[in-house]
């Protein structure tokens, strides 16, 4: 296993659409392997193929940042959704910035494992947002496409203090 470099932001790998990944073999193992310890390591909520470089439709995703699983999704794709969200979203591309992103509240996604079965997995709120995310990026897309203006966390800390300020103004 070994930790790969994250693509930024202004790498053409990150706006091109990836291909199908078809041969099932020990190749993607270890791109599965690396990816997931490069996500490990930077402490994210998922990581898609092309962020290292490879053109290829897999990412991994943590549903719930509370627990350690991380779900191995091989050409996924979205196959019901419903309601909406709108949430802060980063992304170890655009690191350091955080926007608000509207997503559906629920997604089920179909995807193929490692060994190339065919299974289906569902996620509400921050595993539903993390699902679009990650399937977004093997499209050629981020997030940033989704909101008027990213923001530091200096600023999203400024703007949290300055709400806590009104609800305690609120309170007295
Ligand atoms: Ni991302």
């Known amino acids: 296993m070994a930790i790969r470099t994250i693509l930024t932001q202004g790498d053409p790998a990150l706006n091109k659409k990836c291909h199908p990944v078809t041969k099932f073999d020990g190749k993607l193992g270890d791109l599965l392997d690396d990816l997931k310890e490069t996500l490990a390591q930077a402490n994210g909520m998922g990581l898609a193929a092309p962020q290292v470089g490879i053109l290829r439709r897999a990412v991994i995703v943590v549903p719930d940042p509370e627990k350690d699983e991380m779900i191995e ?100």
């Open 73 to 172: 999704l091989i050409n996924p794709e979205i196959v019901a959704e419903e309601g909406e969200q709108d949430g802060l979203e980063g992304c170890l591309s655009i690191p350091g910035m955080w926007g608000y992103v509207k997503r559906p509240n629920w997604v089920k996604v179909r995807a193929q494992d490692r060994r190339g079965n065919w299974f289906e997995t569902e996620g509400t709120e921050l595993a539903a947002r993390c699902f679009c995310h990650e399937l977004e990026h093997l499209e050629g897309h981020m997030y940033d496409e989704h909101t008027d203006r990213l923001y530091t966390s200096e600023e999203l800390d400024d703007m949290m203090s300055g709400e806590e300020e009104d609800r305690r103004r609120e309170r007295e």
